[in-house]
């Protein structure tokens, strides 16, 4: 065997790789990451009072499963889902059926739990139409 040819061999352990598996971000994951910026970005710079209770990635633990929101006001219970790519060619992520299944459940288990659930693209986030509703949202239901 000639050492280019192990170079290409990987040995596993217990049905796991040497190497390290480092997972890049696509080009659709960053560009949703931008939007998700800059909708933190109008949260923080708005007239919310409350933005630090506003946190990123966060995951609900009395719903039973590990999703991810993109934003979560804990105290107030309200979620914002950043919905990216929804101008793509293709079926992939959230616009197959198993996604858009897996959104409905996580959505639907949220408001179950009287969660609020914003869901915004980036589209109105360009156009600030998003913050505009999440103001007026949080000063006629939550701080009245």
């Given at each position: 065997m000639t050492t280019s040819s192990m170079d290409k061999i990987q040995f596993t352990i217990k049905g796991r790789s040497v190497?390290?598996?480092?997972?890049?971000?696509s080009l659709k994951q960053?560009?949703?990451?931008?939007w998700?910026?800059?909708?933190?970005?109008?949260?923080?710079?708005?007239?919310?009072?409350?933005?630090?209770l506003f946190v990123r990635e966060?995951?609900?633990?009395?719903?039973?499963?590990?999703?991810?929101?993109?934003?979560?006001?804990i105290q107030n219970k309200v979620c914002i889902?950043?919905?990216?790519?929804?101008?793509?060619?293709?079926?992939?992520g959230h616009k197959s059926g198993a996604g858009i299944t897996k959104d409905?459940?996580?959505?639907?288990a949220a408001q179950f739990h009287g969660y609020k659930v914003f869901q915004v693209t980036s589209d109105t986030i360009r156009n600030l139409s998003a913050i505009?509703?999440?103001v007026r949202f949080y000063k006629e239901k939550v701080f009245k």
């Open positions: 190497k390290p598996k480092v997972k890049t971000p960053a560009q949703n990451k931008k998700e910026d800059m909708l933190a970005f109008q949260l923080r710079t708005t007239s919310i009072p409350h933005y630090p966060w995951i609900i633990p009395e719903l039973g499963r590990k999703w991810r929101w993109d934003f979560c006001d889902e950043v919905q990216g790519s929804i101008w793509s060619k293709g079926q992939s409905h459940e996580k959505y639907n505009d509703m999440l």
